[in-house]
């Protein structure tokens, strides 16, 4: 089999620095019954929403927040005739994105002007820089970085003041809709799909060793911070007696599924506020925890100059890796399902002793959400392009795209059931709040990373400078 290292390593580069810039055999068990998409995340705010109180009704009353088809929505072909919708990005128009405008400009008269004329290095500084000026797009891209940051600043819009998400037909995910909720107002569509980080495991490693993989614990609600130790340390197999392991138990360059699975979080918002988290008992423990697994518990595969967790999972150095769900790639040409086959798995990050009961799971969100930009000129025909987009023409075009869609998800995710957990992880995530708060990452790092004190005198030492970061981008509004 041929192992597509540096294609693996130079695809993750881009994606974890895209990050830092916006600061396997079928299985048909049913999986346990979930808990309600709008109950229990790792995102938790005592307050409701960032700031407290409910989502703000819209203020316009022009889009039909409820159609579930987009003949429901009552558009007329010269509607918004003489009107331009202008999009930017960093990508190039794909096919389906090609398909829904020429629909959008059919159904309403607008032109869609979509631009991509920016690298992903310079999108997020010519965005901000033309919003600053009263210029840029109508709608635009960004990841946990606008809250609070862009928001305080009016980099962005709140979708809510166009849509009534009370009752759109189309479902939401549960932790970003609480993220991109500030002050009552949300900003962004948070429509959920599959795009969550996810523990990456070798089924074949596993069976070899006569273990339960992940996904099967997970099944059979075993799937905790224990039973990931005690299976990591299990699978570890020396096969040439060098007294070197040929195959470690786990790898990763993420660490804040650590943090989220075991109910913590870097900020947490009280009466209102933003607060640093990482002394919270459940943080610290998570942080314990995350260094106990190489120094104490020796699952922690050594780092391989040669390869990223990635590539040392399809050359079989390490049985399990926690990354981006873009990763497992379209199963035809590219990613990790293309390399591994059957023999890649997948499972939600295992659970910490200290998350909810009525958690079900607590993974990283990802990907870039869509909004309105601050200095847009048709703010509510951007906020009728992004509900249109996301709903089908009528009753029949919508079965048969998911016809057509169920041979591709066997295809990536090895079943329907695991695509329907896929889909579920990504309605549970929890995205990151530092890249919010500027110079908070660093303060992260240095907490991870201070070898000379242990997890608790870290946070100890570095807790005032990380809610100095807070206060300085809190107290800009």
Known sequence: ???????????????????????????????????????????????????????????????????????????????????????????????????????????????????????????????????????????????????????????????????????????LGTGTKEFFTFNGKLYTVPDFHEGSSKLYFRRDIFANAGLKNPYEMWLDGEWTWDAFVRLAQDVKEDYDGDGEYDIWGYYSWQTEQILYSNGANHVQWIDGNPVQGLDDPKA?????????????????????????????????????????????????????????????????????????????????????REGIAGASKEPELAALYMLFKRLHEDEAAEADYEAKQEAERILIYGSLEEYELAVEMDRHSTWNSVYGFTGMDTIVSRIRNDTNMTAAQAVEAYKNSAQAMIDRTWNTQ
Request: net charge negative; glycine share 8%.
């Open 284 to 368: 610290i423990r998570a942080l314990e925890w995350e260094r106990a697994l190489d120094e104490q518990y020796e699952v922690m595969a050594p780092w391989d100059p040669d390869l990223d967790p990635p590539g040392m999972l399809v050359a079989g150095k390490i049985a399990m890796m926690y990354w981006g769900a873009w990763l497992i790639g379209n199963g035809v040409d590219e990613g990790l399902r293309y390399e591994l086959g059957d023999k890649l798995g997948f499972a939600p990050f295992p659970r910490g002793p200290d998350l909810a009961a009525d958690i079900p799971m607590a993974d990283i969100a990802s990907g870039h």
């Open 1 to 171: 089999m041929k192992v597509k290292t540096r294609k693996l390593l130079s695809v993750a580069l881009v994606l974890a620095m895209i990050t830092a810039l916006f600061a396997g055999c079928n299985v048909n068990t049913v999986p346990p019954e979930l808990p309600d998409a709008n109950t229990g995340h790792a995102n938790v705010n005592p307050d409701g929403n960032i700031q407290g109180g409910e989502i703000a009704r819209p203020t316009l009353s022009g889009i039909n927040s409820a159609a579930r088809y987009r003949n429901e929505l009552g558009l007329s072909p010269d509607q918004f005739a003489g009107k331009t919708l202008t999009i930017w990005t960093f990508w190039d128009l794909s096919d389906d994105e090609a398909e829904y405008i020429a629909a959008f400009e059919a159904a309403t008269g607008a032109k869609v002007d979509f631009v991509n004329r920016f690298s992903w290095e310079m999108y997020e500084p010519d965005l901000i820089k033309a919003i600053a000026s009263g210029e840029g797009p109508d709608i635009c891209y960004f990841m946990s970085e606008v809250i609070p940051s862009w928001v305080m600043k009016g980099f962005l819009i709140p979708v809510s003041d166009y849509i009534d998400f009370g009752e759109v037909t189309i479902p």
